[in-house]
């Protein structure tokens, strides 16, 4: 939902996974005009259009200066370096490039995706470019005819747009126009689709911006009950996805592990409240969606900073898989070994010891010292053991109190 402080201000509450990725989307373009969005304590957006609706002149091939807001070449500018292979280097080149992508492949439909008519005007409208200047500037309108939008249960400005469909999200929108799929969406009677206004709108036309793109072709966000939270995970997910040269081997479970100990480890406050909530990876491929979390014990250990960071310096893949397993006693047997074989000089252990040690650790740096390896993971299972024992000790408070 959503709700009006002041003209140009608007307080944002997380709802859906599509609404909350295309917010997700919108705090990183925002992030680029002078004045960036607040994140407050409780996970809600604050944001403030009145710089992000400044104007910006941008030329095109020919010459031709043409003013729009910068909140439009922020969001085409980030469209482009998100969809694209980066191949043009002027400013209106780039947006002619992205263009295409954005409204004949992601929002087909939601304006003419035909690049001739971006810098030109046709015979029955103006250039394109101008049309999301204009559609832009209007966000912030309140409609008086008082409609009420699905999305954000505000009384917003409806005038462009404003029934949900495959215009604004291809894998979840009706069809849209008179030769849509029958019965989609009621055929699209006006009295019975979801309404959505022009600012709910636009947020759904920054989703991309929030998924991140990994080897096999899916796309991932990772959505939560706190934006603070998801705007966080997601930007870790980019950087650890980004910087990894193996990348190839992570797989969604590992992928929102990794970024919920990157965020207990980095980020200098804590889960909180929302570990007890559901925290979940979108995934999209070929017109699927599909969601993977993990469990409400799991997330409470990883989200101890002490834990969190073991894992971190652990660094590999078979610990970390045991801990989202929960098979602690196969996490000691583990410690044992390595302990065993990392106090026999190398020259006396034996081809299956090695062996071993290669299979379970991949980083040169434990395969050179099991020993410190297993000294980590038996202070992990520690601290393991001690968190569930307070949690245990907590829940029996609470219910024998009750």
């Given amino acids: 939902m959503s709700g009006n402080s002041s003209k140009n201000i608007i307080t944002l509450y997380p709802s859906n996974w ?19 969005p607040t994140l407050d304590s409780v996970g809600n957006v604050l944001i403030d259009l009145s710089a992000a609706l400044s104007k910006h002149y941008i030329l095109d091939d020919q010459g031709k200066k043409f003013q729009i807001p910068l909140l439009a070449r ?6 482009w370096e998100q969809l694209t292979e980066k191949q043009e280097s002027s400013e209106s080149g780039k947006i002619k490039e992205v263009w295409g992508k954005l409204f004949n492949t992601l929002y087909r439909g939601f304006f003419n995706a035909n690049t001739k008519y971006l810098f030109n005007a046709s015979k029955k409208s103006e250039a394109l470019i101008l049309q999301l200047g204009n559609f832009l500037e209007s966000l912030i309108d ?49 009295d019975q689709s979801l309404h959505i206004c022009d600012f709910c709108s636009f947020i759904l036309l920054n989703q991309h911006l929030a998924f991140t793109r990994l080897s096999d072709g899916s796309e991932i966000f990772i ?14 997910v980019r950087e650890i996805y980004d910087s990894s040269s193996s990348n190839e081997t992570f797989n969604k479970r590992n992928i929102l592990a990794m970024s919920l100990i990157e965020y207990s480890t980095r980020i200098q406050v804590t889960l909180g409240v929302w570990t007890g909530m559901n925290i979940e ?67 006396e252990r034996g081809d299956s010891e090695n062996k071993f040690v290669s299979q379970i650790l991949h980083l040169e740096k434990n395969r050179f010292n099991p020993s410190h390896v297993a000294e ?7 601290l393991i053991e001690e968190k569930i024992k307070r949690r245990k000790e907590y829940e029996y408070f609470k219910y024998t109190r009750n």
């Fill in 281 to 347: 990876v979108v995934s999209r491929r070929s017109g699927q969606i599909e969601f993977f979390g993990l469990p409400y014990e799991v997330i409470q250990l990883l989200s101890d900073r002490r834990i969190a960071t073991l894992l971190s310096q652990i660094g590999e893949f078979s610990i970390l898989n045991l801990v989202l397993d929960q098979d602690f006693s196969r996490l000691l047997e583990l410690g044992y070994r390595l302990l065993r074989i990392g106090l026999k000089p190398y020259s």
């Fill in 376 to 382: 980590q993971i038996f202070k992990l299972y520690a």
């Fill in 142 to 190: 309140i409609d008086e005819n008082r409609n009420r939008c699905s999305f954000c249960l505000r009384d917003s400005n409806f005038k462009y747009k404003n029934i949900f469909t495959s215009e604004h999200s291809k894998q979840l929108g009706a069809s849209s126009g008179e030769k849509g799929v029958p019965n989609s969406f009621w055929n699209l009677n006006p």
């Fill in 18 to 36: 599509l609404y909350n990725a295309g917010v997700v989307g919108l705090l990183r373009v925002l992030e680029k005009t002078e004045k960036a």
């Fill in 74 to 79: 922020y969001w085409l500018l980030e469209s």
């Fill in 223 to 236: 959505n939560a009950p706190s934006f603070q939270v998801m705007y966080y995970l997601n930007k870790l």
